[in-house]
């Protein structure tokens, strides 16, 4: 199957920083999303982006689809943005299933 | 975006006893659901796609046995953990699509998810 690999797997930033997510994966996807996981588990639905690049307030994404990866930018970090970042992909062919990808997780302090 | 619900979210039940968790689509009818484990610091395995009105399709290495899915409504699948052991505790979370929805987006939404505690 697919393999989805995320890095950095850990990332401490002070408020107010930028940072940058990677994400690849090994094969042709169909669909992939970006997902916040707060610390009660709950994922919120960030950016379903298979191609191209959205922006949404301070977040934003890009996916380079031929080159197999997707770059999530966070910029003047919150401490509210800390949690777990997954992005999850739907091979082609792959019967409409997300395989998650390993996650980073980040802490922003004060 | 489409609203996916789970319920209980969180359960804590004696090793030996059967426990059955519920996900439903509130505002959209699902043909397809997903259901998901999460070990601690770990990322999401798919365990099993849900299809109503037919037998559901497990991932190799989860036991049908062990995890009994149903999928009985367009708006309803439960898994049932049966025979609970420590080993199965873990947080369980489903998602859907809503079908009308998939033509232009294909994006998945997840429920809140469900802690299981095994004693």
């Known amino acids: 199957g697919i393999q989805v690999e995320q890095s950095p797997p850990d990332l401490i930033l002070q408020e107010g920083a930028n940072s940058t997510l990677r994400c690849n994966f090994s094969d042709s996807v169909n669909n992939l999303q970006w997902f916040h996981q707060n610390p009660w588990g709950q994922l919120i639905n960030l950016f379903y982006?298979?191609?191209g690049t959205k922006q949404n307030g301070r977040l934003s994404a890009t996916t380079v689809a031929t080159e197999r990866y997707s770059l999530l930018y966070i910029s003047s970090s919150q401490t509210t943005d800390s949690g777990v970042y997954f992005c999850a992909v739907e091979e082609e062919g792959g019967g409409n299933k997300l395989t998650f990808g390993t996650g980073t997780q980040l802490k922003v302090e004060l | 975006g489409a609203v996916v619900s789970q319920h209980p979210s969180w359960v804590i039940c004696k090793s030996g006893t059967s426990v059955k968790i519920e996900c439903r689509s509130l505002d959209f009818q699902a043909t397809t659901m997903f259901w998901y484990r999460q070990f601690p610091k770990q990322s999401l395995m798919l365990m099993a796609t849900s299809n109503e009105g037919s037998k559901a399709t497990y991932e190799q290495g989860v036991e049908k046995d062990k995890f009994l899915i149903n999928h009985a409504s367009l708006t309803l699948s439960t898994l049932t953990v049966t025979s609970a052991h420590p080993e199965d505790s873990s947080f369980y979370i489903c998602s859907a699509r809503d079908p009308t929805a998939y033509a232009n987006t294909g994006e998945l939404f997840f429920g809140e998810g469900s802690r299981l505690t095994v004693l």
């Open positions: 982006i298979p191609s």
